[in-house]
């Protein structure tokens, strides 16, 4: 076909200059075309922003303006003066013996995929939340709804935070691990979540300078170990980030890891679990995208060490008991207890979760200290305390302070993060955070007083969907945190499916303006209810959850909004009229 074949006639140019201007379909497309300073211009009709039809807007001084929300388009190539409009598809024109031609699908300046990619930038860059709800949903249709998005998504978080990781990298690691266990939209839902935790972390603070690793390559992992925990104790940021460096640079990753978690436990419980959480989100981050990118990611924890608060200065870890020098001599008889236990095999007593949960610390502590010389591992150990954790939300008295949700949620997140790093090294450091989080169970206990009660295993016959909806229902009116529980129990007793349950748990937390700790806490429980041994162990991990959840729902939504407004978009549909109210949001 030659140039001038893939022009359609659409009005004679007497009529647009009398009607301008003027909407006819062009080859599939709704094209509106503007007579304007001597020239004709055709765009397509349909806002970039939220679809209005332009054709309804004004034109001035070569700008079309949009009436729905001032977007405004050079009319000649389309370019907006509003980066949370995105630029508007522009078509060729001529005219011929009188009447204006149109080229309806001329050659894309880019490829969707780069425009896309430009624009999921766009929304980090200025923290524009439908920019990356479009941006997700289109990328997605074009097979890269996972990979732009978190790679994305993790350079900008690491460059343009001058405090390096937060809560807003921890949230996108967090809805990578949950995307393969969630429902289609689901996953669109998890990605766009993730994306704009880490624009609104970055929103408004300078940019990382990093430092640079170390010019010896030949540095062995026991020398850069040492340095790095020491620059760590005297908070000297820019020491540590060179040995961690070049650690990430030349060590394999369980050595990295080794290293991580030595730093992470030489003091208690740093950040109120926030440390071991995020730099186990950080280390999951790497599994996704790859361990070449280490040394920037790891980089980006290390004001998590050297800014942190240490939880051995809090009076409550020294008063009325003294669990942190319980800890510290836990820690320095390690060596002992692991010669100890060197070759043989531990089974965890039925009874043991329930010695975790007990109310004496020294009895606690040396159960703990017994199974290491029995020869438990690390792995097993951090498990048992998640469980304990995991109960004392699932138990969690709603007479409590609303805000002490938080303080529960806080021992599980560390202990899932333990749990995460264990299964990594053999480190004698691994076994430090059983102690650390069995002594934040232990006084966590006064937040089960009474403890709340389990929902006791039954029968059923009642349709699994059906129960499944009920939950969703409770999400919607606030303060059904009981039944929330229940209704998980009376799944597991009607022999409903883990897997629905666990997304049908996801959608009502993507649905919702969900903050940072219930984005934590759904994925920590569905990694932890993956090593359930029992139906038991499984049932409790998503009674907790599903509690959890309740109390902190429902939500405006807001989010959830935007999310639909992409969607809708995408397939084409209409906003505007009398099925939409315009409120001028962005």
């Known amino acids: 076909m030659s140039a001038d074949d893939a022009y359609q006639a659409v009005v004679p140019l007497d009529r647009l200059r009398d009607e301008t201007p003027v909407v006819e379909q062009v080859g599939g497309r709704s094209i509106a075309v503007f007579a304007h300073d001597d020239r004709v211009y055709a765009v397509d009709n349909r806002c970039p922003h939220m679809g209005f039809p332009l054709s309804e807007g004004s034109v001035e001084d070569g700008l079309l303006t949009c009436h729905w929300h001032h977007a405004r388009f050079e009319l000649a190539c389309g370019d907006t003066l509003d980066p949370w409009a995105d630029d508007v598809q522009t078509f060729p024109v001529t005219v011929r013996d ?5 080229d309806p699908d001329p050659e894309p300046d880019v490829t969707p995929a780069t425009h896309w990619r430009n624009r999921l930038a766009d929304s980090l860059q200025q923290n524009l939340g439908l920019v990356a709800a479009k941006a997700v949903v289109h990328l997605d249709d074009l097979g890269e709804g996972f990979d732009t998005p978190l790679s994305t998504a993790l350079d900008f978080g690491v460059t343009y935070r001058s405090m390096g990781w937060s809560s807003g990298l921890t949230t996108l690691g967090a809805m990578a691990n949950l995307y393969d266990d969630v429902a289609h939209d689901e996953k669109l839902r998890a990605m766009y979540v993730g994306v704009t935790a880490v624009a609104d972390d970055c929103a408004g603070e300078p940019p990382r300078f990093p430092q640079y690793e170390l010019g010896n390559d030949a540095l062995s992992k026991s020398r850069l170990k040492s340095w790095f925990r020491q620059t760590c104790e005297v908070r000297d940021s820019d020491g ?24 992470a436990t030489d003091h208690l419980y740093l950040n109120a679990s926030h440390t071991l959480d995020f730099v186990n989100k950080a280390v999951e981050t790497l599994d996704h995208v790859g361990w070449d990118r280490a040394d920037d990611v790891l980089a980006s924890t290390v004001d998590q060490f050297t ?36 070759g043989r095999t531990w089974d965890r007593p039925d009874d043991f979760v329930e010695t975790l949960l007990q109310a004496d610390p020294d009895a606690i502590v040396d159960a703990l200290r017994d199974a290491i010389r029995s020869g438990a591992t690390a792995e097993q150990l951090t498990r048992a305390v998640a469980l304990a954790a995991t109960r004392r939300v699932a138990q969690f008295g709603t007479s409590n302070e609303f805000s002490d949700w938080n303080t529960v949620h806080h021992t599980f997140s560390y202990a899932n993060a333990a749990h ?21 169970v232990y006084l966590d206990r006064f937040l089960n007083s009474p403890p709340a009660p389990l929902p006791e295993p039954g029968e059923s016959d009642r349709d699994p969907a059906a129960i499944r909806d009920d939950l969703l229902g409770t999400f919607d009116e606030q303060g059904r945190v009981d039944d929330a529980g229940a209704l998980v129990g009376e799944h597991f007793d009607a022999g409903g499916a883990v897997t629905e349950l666990q997304q049908t748990l996801a959608e009502g937390l993507l649905r919702e303006d969900a903050g940072f700790h219930e984005l934590q806490h759904l994925e920590a429980a569905l990694r932890q209810a993956e090593f359930a041994t029992t139906p038991a162990e499984r049932r409790l991990s998503l009674v907790a959850a599903a509690r959890y959840l309740a109390a902190h729902f429902p939500t405006r939504r807001e989010r959830e909004q935007t999310f639909t407004i992409a969607r809708r978009l995408f397939r084409g549909e209409k906003l505007h009229g009398s099925e939409a109210t315009p409120d001028g949001t962005v």
Do not use: K, N
Request: with cysteine; charged share 20%; aromatic share 6%.
């Open 98 to 102: 009188g009447t204006v031609f149109v």
């Open 420 to 440: 995460a790093l264990a299964a990594r090294t053999d480190a004698a450091a691994a076994y430090r955070p059983c102690f650390d989080g069995a002594m934040s």
């Open 240 to 263: 540590a980030q060179r040995c961690l460096r070049t650690a990430a640079s030349v060590l394999p990753p369980a050595d990295v890891v080794e290293i991580l978690l030595a730093a």
């Open 307 to 342: 800014d942190a608060t240490r939880s051995e200065e809090r009076s409550q870890w020294r008063q009325p008991v003294d669990v942190a020098q319980l800890c510290f001599d836990a820690h320095r008889a390690l060596p002992d207890l692991l010669a100890a236990g060197e």
